[in-house]
């Protein structure tokens, strides 16, 4: 009779449990005492409708709007920085330091970067160092929107050291390299704007024992100390091209590029969550612009399980004066 009764208590549970099922917060509501606020003044936005498991909020400022919350593309204009400095070499002289771009490099070989087309737009930056010295010249702000109609691009700077008898080649480092995407509505996409991000690979075309001391194609700081010239593996800025001191050093050819990445790439805006399942439901929420305009205002609320999720979207148009 026991094995007879917990059978069917057992029963009983497991169809208690699939009674149970995840409804929509639909007597969720928000509201505001007065829908014009001036810049710097708190904004109050009380709940009504009961506990719900999640409350997300987007102001509608920048990077906060509901409505491109899944937008991941956009025609903006991109715009490149970085930091360079020339510490070694004579001055004039035949070794240079090349910008160029590709959007059809197939890989971080030798081969595939001898095969790839690239566009050198070394004369878009006016400012290259024109002296000898430890200290950084920050570039212009390169324009690369004639790239943006390509699905990836790859940014590369290539040092050409000629072989001289009588003095050592030109030493050189890079930090601080920058890419954005600003679209016309202000949104900017940071494309490449830490050393982690950016994935720099080196290429040595020629005497591979002098190279960019950074990883190659399948080689990085996270599985070696050294890169295939056997040089120690950056992974913070500034990274170095160093031929030495030495003179009658053999020609180098030697190419240091960035990952692939599409110029159009946005980052999605964002909400702020609010409320969070498990935490006692707010009676409201107070929040402050620090801007004028008008803003379409957004709360999602949500009540969810594992594998189910309802929701509700509440928006409030506010005036925000200065």
């Known amino acids: 009779m026991k094995a007879i009764r917990y059978s069917i208590g057992f029963v009983a549970l497991m169809a208690s449990c699939q009674l149970v099922q995840v409804e929509a917060p639909d007597a969720f509501s928000v509201s505001t005492e007065k829908t014009t606020f001036r810049v710097g003044e708190p904004v109050r936005f009380s709940f009504t409708g009961g506990n719900i498991d999640q409350v997300v909020f987007f102001s509608g400022e920048i990077g906060r709007r509901y409505e491109q919350r899944t937008r991941t593309s956009g025609t903006g204009e991109n715009r490149l920085v970085f930091q360079s400095s020339m510490q070694q070499g004579v001055l004039p002289g035949q070794d240079s330091l090349r910008l160029l771009v590709s959007t059809n490099l197939a890989g971080y070989d030798a081969a595939s970067v001898t095969a790839a087309r690239w566009t050198d737009i070394t004369s878009r930056n006016t400012r290259w160092p024109t002296t000898l010295a430890t200290t950084f010249t920050t570039s212009d702000s390169l324009n690369l929107n004639d790239f943006a109609t390509a699905e990836k691009v790859n940014i590369a700077f290539r040092f050409i050291g000629k072989r001289n008898a009588a003095a050592a080649q030109r030493r050189w480092q890079i930090q601080n390299a920058v890419l954005i995407n600003r679209l016309p509505d202000g949104t900017v996409t940071n494309l490449f704007n830490t050393f982690a991000n950016t994935g720099w690979v080196q290429v040595s075309q020629k005497n591979n024992a002098v190279a960019w001391n950074v990883g190659t194609a399948g080689i990085s700081a996270a599985n ?99």
């Open 224 to 322: 070696s100390l050294s890169n295939t010239s056997g040089i120690l593996i950056r992974t913070a800025y500034p990274i170095s091209l160093d031929p030495g001191t030495a003179t009658g050093v053999e020609d180098n050819d030697d190419w240091l590029i960035t990952s692939a990445v599409n110029l159009k790439t946005v980052r999605p805006d964002v909400g702020l969550t609010v409320k969070n399942t498990g935490a006692n439901m707010p009676p409201a929420y107070l929040y402050t612009f620090t801007r004028p305009g008008t803003y379409t205002v957004t709360f999602i609320g949500m009540n969810r399980d594992v594998e189910t999720a309802k929701e509700v979207v509440r928006q409030l148009q506010l005036t925000i004066t200065p």
